[in-house]
């Protein structure tokens, strides 16, 4: 099993910049390919960003394609989404989440664990 824990949310400014990061716990961190999914208020859960268990793969929901990066650190059991250009329809609770393949997915479902979630609120 393996433990999420977000931090790094805050509120900015439209055209702002923040960089979330997702403290795991475990020893087979580097076995399971991670994703960033976000639940704005009234709005179902959806998908933002996933990286391979490796960090070679990395893909994107089009409407962060460009603005958004994912990345992952193996050594410190952390990963990160560095969020640029941001928007207030950005605005949301981002979550971590982890699956025990090495492929990612863009599919909620397919994540069997999730951290609490940091609030990003961007203003206009």
């Known amino acids: 099993q393996v433990q999420l824990v977000e931090s790094g949310g805050g509120l900015v400014q439209a055209g702002g910049s923040l960089r979330l990061s997702c403290a795991a716990s475990?020893?087979?961190?580097?076995?399971?390919?991670l994703a960033w999914l976000r639940r704005a208020p009234g709005k179902e859960r959806e998908f933002v960003a996933a990286?391979?268990?490796?960090?070679?793969?990395?893909a994107y929901a089009d409407s962060v394609k460009g603005r958004f990066t994912i990345s992952r650190d193996n050594a410190k059991n952390t990963m990160y989404l560095q969020l640029n250009s941001l928007k207030p329809e950005d605005t949301a609770v981002y979550s971590c989440?982890?699956?025990?393949?090495?492929?990612?997915?863009?599919?909620?479902?397919?994540?069997?664990?999730w951290g609490q979630g940091t609030q990003v609120t961007v203003s206009s």
């Open positions: 989440a982890a699956r025990s393949y090495y492929g990612g997915s863009a599919f909620v479902d397919d994540y069997a664990y």
């Open positions: 475990g020893r087979t961190f580097s076995s399971y390919a």
């Open positions: 990286i391979s268990s490796n960090g070679g793969i990395t």
